[in-house]
Nanobody, 127 residues
Framework: QAQLVESGGGLVQAGGSLRLSCAASGLPFSIWAMGWFRQPPGKEREIVAA????????YYADAVKGRFTISRDNAKNTVYLQMNSLKPEDTAVYYC????????????????????WGQGTQVTVSS
């Protein structure tokens, strides 16, 4: 049974940093693409970043480019999201997700393309 467990969320002041982790089990992590999504209060879930199986291809939403970095450690079955220069508008529940059928040259940004989801971790940025 595939399982994704996020950790690292919390309360931080604007300008601060957090590092989210997503530990995967029960799935062939190294051959699946991974994504981070977030759902701000009262809004729909949106893509934040995605990474290919080997980590050589990444995608970032415009709102986080230059501030967030997605990475993965296939030996540890873990994907990370380093978040710097956090803003109050980054406040959301953050989810990691796994894509079982990744494309070769591009990562997917549509949440419907992701097959497994974690339970989410709350990130709150105070002004």
């Amino acid at each position: 049974q595939a399982q994704l467990v996020e950790s690292g969320g919390g309360l931080v002041q604007a300008g601060g940093s957090l590092r989210l982790s997503c530990a995967a089990s029960g799935l062939p992590f190294s051959i699946w693409a991974m994504g981070w999504f977030r759902q701000p209060p009262g809004k729909e879930r949106e893509i934040v970043a995605a990474i290919s199986r080997s980590g050589d291809i990444t995608y970032y939403a415009d709102a986080v480019k230059g501030r967030f970095t997605i990475s993965r450690d296939n030996a540890k079955n873990t994907v990370y999201l380093q978040m710097n220069s956090l803003k109050p508008e980054d406040t959301a529940v953050y989810y990691c997700a796994a894509d079982r059928y990744p494309w070769r040259m591009v990562v997917k940004t549509n949440e419907g393309a992701y097959d497994y989801w974690g339970q989410g971790t709350q990130v709150t940025v105070s002004s």
